[in-house]
T-cell receptor, first 117, second 114 residues
Framework: DAGVTQSPTHLIKTRGQQVTLRCSPK?????VSWYQQALGQGPQFIFQ???????QRGNFPDRFSGHQFPNYSSELNVNALLLGDSALYLC????????????????FGPGTRLTVL | GENVEQHPSTLSVQEGDSAVIKCTYS??????FPWYKQELGKRPQLIID?????GEKKDQRIAVTLNKTAKHFSLHITETQPEDSAVYFC?????????????FGQGTILTVHP
């Protein structure tokens, strides 16, 4: 039973560039949430995807966008990179609870370490 | 939205001692409280969680207690071992949704000295 996977592991970009990060959820899960974790901080919620739509969003600018595919995998795109975007980007997968806007327990992937120079 | 405060920020104990980490939350509608352990360079791993319909849950050396009236919950680790050394995060869902948009505490760096 495969857990949550993310790619790439590490990424180095320069200011102004664009980046795409990928996430495959745990088998049987249908919901993907993305978090940004700055060094020494707790993860901060970016957004959540369910049924190929963004269901919830945190306090992040429109430069952060995402997508979910029919197989439940997801991408996080960040445009016009800033130095402050350097962080560990975590994806968490979960199973939506039928008839609610909630999900079950979230399980995290290993993350993608993004460095912006 | 939800606000989660976590204390202490660092905790140092001797092997075999107990460790307690406390969190408070602001949204009275929150009803799910997970704890994650994150080792250096690794992913956050769920170690225990509690739903609001119970006041305490235990799993071997780890326990979590919840006081909904006071809006705080705590992680208790007994008989600590060096491999318990890590950063621990508490979390609570924002906006009354059960498990979706988690707000995390600032983290507690636990060091267990042999």
């Amino acid at each position: 039973d495969a857990g949550v996977t993310q790619s790439p592991t590490h990424l180095i970009k320069t200011r102004g560039q664009q980046v795409t990060l990928r996430c495959s959820p745990k088998s049987g899960h249908d919901t993907v949430s993305w978090y940004q974790q700055a060094l020494g901080q707790g993860p901060q919620f970016i957004f959540q995807y369910y049924e190929e739509e963004e269901r919830q969003r945190g306090n992040f600018p429109d430069r952060f966008s995402g997508h979910q595919f029919p197989n439940y995998s997801s991408e996080l795109n960040v445009n016009a990179l800033l130095l402050g975007d350097s962080a560990l980007y975590l994806c968490a997968s979960s199973l939506a609870l039928a008839g609610t806007s909630s999900t079950d327990t979230q399980y995290f992937g290993p993350g993608t370490r993004l460095t912006v120079l | 939205g939800e606000n989660v405060e976590q204390h202490p920020s660092t905790l140092s104990v001797q092997e075999g001692d107990s460790a307690v980490i406390k969190c408070t939350y602001s949204d009275s509608a929150s009803n799910y409280f997970p704890w994650y352990k994150q080792e250096l360079g690794k992913r956050p791993q769920l170690i225990i969680d509690i739903r609001s319909n119970v006041g305490e849950k235990k799993d071997q050396r780890i326990a979590v207690t919840l006081n909904k009236t006071a809006k705080h919950f705590s992680l208790h680790i007994t008989e600590t071992q060096p491999e318990d050394s890590a950063v621990y995060f508490c979390a609570a869902p924002a906006g009354g949704t059960s498990y979706g948009k988690l707000t995390f505490g600032q983290g507690t760096i636990l060091t267990v000295h042999p």
